[in-house]
């Protein structure tokens, strides 16, 4: 992974544990900086911390509240953005309550388009970047009582397409990273649980992830050498879309 982002620096949201944080940790790895936004400081700052390197820095905002967002990212400098906040809940649809839907899609959808808007100054700045959206397989194919969230996630693989279409004049690419179940610490229990083995089943590989194995794929869609493709989503699954 060393020196595929030497000079680069990333914007990740989400950035504090879970998948964000994992991503931030192969963005220094990697050679990049990391810019890690999220809500929780302390949390944040003990990410960054840990990570190699001494060029990161944090930035702290809610990505559901645009202004703020727009404020605290205004004359920052970064060359990518890994947009990855996000949150889930498990209903049916018809079942969902109402401030439920409210806040995931104020997160997910909304939260993932302040960024990207809040973002491309910067990126025009640059003379151009990448931006990776994280979406789902869910995104593609629901599941029972998932609905919310794959609704978001599907919102976001068309997201995707229209900023690429839109942002290419200006030199930067936007694609999507669509990961299956991934196992970390704040869904290790719901995974392991008799309702995770069944899932299992769904996986062609009959088995989730580990945060290791989206990072190929996430290094592939942030390496400047990448630089004709867009408008993509990648789907790391185990081959749970490709199955009925």
């Known amino acids: 992974m060393t020196g595929q982002l ?5 914007l990740v949201t989400g950035a504090a544990r879970g998948l964000g944080a ?6 220094a790895e990697a050679g990049g900086s990391v810019l890690a936004l999220g809500r929780d400081q302390h949390a944040l700052a003990a990410m ?3 990570l190699p390197g001494d060029s990161h820095d944090l930035v702290i905002a ?3 509240k645009s202004h703020q967002l727009s404020a605290q990212l205004s004359g920052q400098r970064f060359d990518g953005l890994v947009n990855n906040a996000g949150i889930a809940i498990s209903s049916a649809l018809h079942e969902s309550a109402e401030d439920d839907v409210r806040r995931l899609i104020d997160i ?4 993932s388009l302040w960024t990207l808007q809040a973002s491309v100054p910067a990126l025009k700045a640059a003379g151009g970047g990448v931006i990776v959206n994280i979406a789902s397989v869910l995104g593609h194919r629901p599941l029972p009582h998932t609905g919310i969230y794959a609704m978001s996630k599907a919102a976001i693989i068309q997201m995707t397409r229209a900023a690429a279409l839109e942002l290419a004049r200006d030199n930067i690419r936007v694609n999507a990273l669509a990961p299956g179940y991934v196992i970390t610490d704040l ?3 719901f995974l392991t649980s008799d ?3 069944n899932l299992q089943k769904r996986t062609a590989l009959r088995r989730f992830a580990n945060p290791a194995e ?8 942030l390496n400047p050498a990448n630089s004709y493709m867009t408008g993509e989503t990648l789907t790391i699954d185990g081959g749970m879309s490709a199955s009925l």
């Open 6 to 10: 030497n000079g680069k620096r990333i």
């Open 22 to 27: 994992a991503f931030c940790q192969t963005i």
């Open 48 to 50: 960054i911390k840990g």
């Open 62 to 64: 809610d990505v559901a």
């Open 108 to 111: 997910n959808l909304l939260g």
């Open 187 to 189: 869904n290790r229990d």
């Open 195 to 197: 309702a995770g083995v």
């Open 214 to 221: 989206l990072m190929p794929a996430l290094l592939f869609l």
